[in-house]
């Protein structure tokens, strides 16, 4: 395995050494709520509980979970701790797991925030307990989350991302649902008539504008030992989203939308914009009809195509929510036995937070009944199908955290006027050079 490329980790982990001296011994591979002396589920007729950090909103479907497994298995209770998954969640996370904190299992959110916690010894490696095919239940595509071919985390729900539709709009303004292969120009078509009607034809966050670049290249960022993120497909998939702001008006102008924070699901679902770039955790607030009141048709799309894509284009995404287990916890082989729980069941009860279980033994008709449980008059459920459950494949992207920061400073550049086109990928490449030079 790669060394860590965190080295805050390390001067993490003598801190927190030197600020508990040796009373971290006293306490090591405790978990919280366990009984006094009971060393494992059941002894002496005592209760254990596990600790499950998790990123999800405790009323986005936890608590109902949570509620599920402890009537059913009053020997082992959890609970929940909720934590932001965010820059700050994350390392209040890492803190935690590194000072010995009473954690049994948590949520990873992204490959590389699991990856350092591996190399920093806080994942168990799940290979060695046994009794559960992760790729039979999860399919090939969880051997991405793998690490020297063993598997440290168990995934748990398919992530995706595509287009929200206010189907009202589309349908007032005589334009058809889009189908699976359309592009990124019929996208800014359509934005363009739907902005007439709308403050913004479409929105989307942020972190979507170099989806289409990584889409092309699919994680072949190097190229005869150069870089290779300047082609024609990438320079026109970000000159269409320059085009939309600056040319139609037909979204957000980037500076605008930093400026504001503008919460672009809000918007959306406020009938401010008729289409939303996003993925399934919208159906959270989508079905939130107190804090986002609305009487519109929601319908959905595949992320459109850059114009020119290869024919295998694919996009970010594959399994999340990948589960790990605290090599520090006392009681691994229960929280091995819940997780296996949570994974073929207990992830359903997330469902309705927007959370599409990963694994064969749930029904795909099952898991869309309980996304739009209540509000079935709310959605278009062909469209829903076809787009959740079929629509585009996915890959995990593998972008390294340097090259993306430098990529989206570049990008930045472009879309506030700093720089042209040609200036701005000139200087993605020479920076990108110099990080493989380094080796980085």
């Given at each position: 395995m790669?060394?860590?490329?965190?080295g805050w980790l390390a001067g993490l982990t003598a801190l927190l050494i030197i600020a508990s001296g040796c009373s971290s011994k006293e306490g090591a591979g405790t978990s919280a709520g366990v009984a006094e002396g009971s060393n494992s589920a059941g002894?002496?007729?005592?209760?254990?509980?596990?600790?499950?950090?998790?990123g999800v909103p405790e009323e986005a479907g936890p608590l109902?979970?949570?509620?599920?497994?402890?009537e059913a298995n009053p020997g082992v209770q959890v609970e929940y701790v909720r934590y932001?998954?965010?820059d700050s969640g994350n390392l209040k996370l890492d803190t935690a797991l590194v000072a010995g904190e009473n954690i049994d299992l948590y949520t990873n959110y992204a490959k590389f925030q699991l990856e350092k916690r591996v190399q920093s010894g806080g994942a168990q490696n799940l290979s060695e307990l046994g009794g559960y095919d992760?790729?039979?239940a999860m399919g090939g595509q969880a051997k991405a989350w793998q690490f020297d071919g063993s598997?440290?985390?168990?995934?748990t729900v398919s992530s995706k991302s595509f287009i929200w539709l206010n189907k009202n709009k589309l349908d007032a303004a005589g334009l058809k649902l889009p189908d699976n292969n359309w592009t990124q120009s019929d996208l800014a078509e359509y934005a363009k008539v739907l902005s007439k009607d709308s403050t913004y034809g479409y929105v989307q966050g942020t972190n979507m504008f170099p989806f289409g670049m990584d889409g092309e290249l699919q994680n072949e960022f190097v190229k005869d030992g150069k870089s290779n993120l300047d082609s024609p497909v990438t320079r026109g998939s970000v000159e269409s989203w320059y085009k939309m702001m600056h040319d139609d008006k037909s979204m957000p102008a980037y500076g605008e939308q930093i400026a504001t924070k503008l919460q672009v699901d809000a918007s959306f679902l406020k009938g401010e914009a008729a289409m939303l770039g996003s993925g399934n955790f919208i159906f959270r607030n989508a079905n939130n009809l107190t804090d986002y009141p609305r009487e519109f048709k929601i319908a959905f799309a595949t992320i459109p195509r850059p114009d020119?894509?290869?024919?295998?284009?694919?996009?970010?995404g594959g399994l999340s929510d990948v589960i790990a287990i605290n090599p520090g916890s006392a009681y691994k082989e229960e929280a091995w036995k819940f997780l296996q729980w949570y994974a073929d069941e207990g992830v359903t009860y997330l469902t309705k937070g927007g959370r599409i279980p990963a694994s064969a033994k749930i029904d795909n008709s099952q898991t869309q009944a309980k996304l739009v449980a209540g509000f079935e008059q709310l959605y278009d459920l062909e469209s829903m199908e076809r787009v959740l459950f079929g629509g585009q494949d996915t890959y995990i992207n593998t972008v390294p955290i340097q090259l993306n920061d430098l990529r989206m400073e570049e990008l930045e550049?472009?879309?506030?006027?700093?720089?042209?086109?040609?200036?701005?990928f000139q200087s993605i490449g020479k920076r990108h050079n110099e990080l493989i030079a380094r080796g980085k």
């Open positions: 790669k060394k860590p490329r965190y002894q002496n007729n005592k209760t254990i509980t596990l600790k499950f950090w998790g109902d979970m949570v509620k599920a497994w402890n932001v998954n965010d992760i790729e039979a598997y440290y985390g168990l995934p020119g894509a290869r024919e295998d284009f694919r996009l970010e550049h472009y879309f506030l006027k700093d720089k042209t086109l040609d200036e701005t």
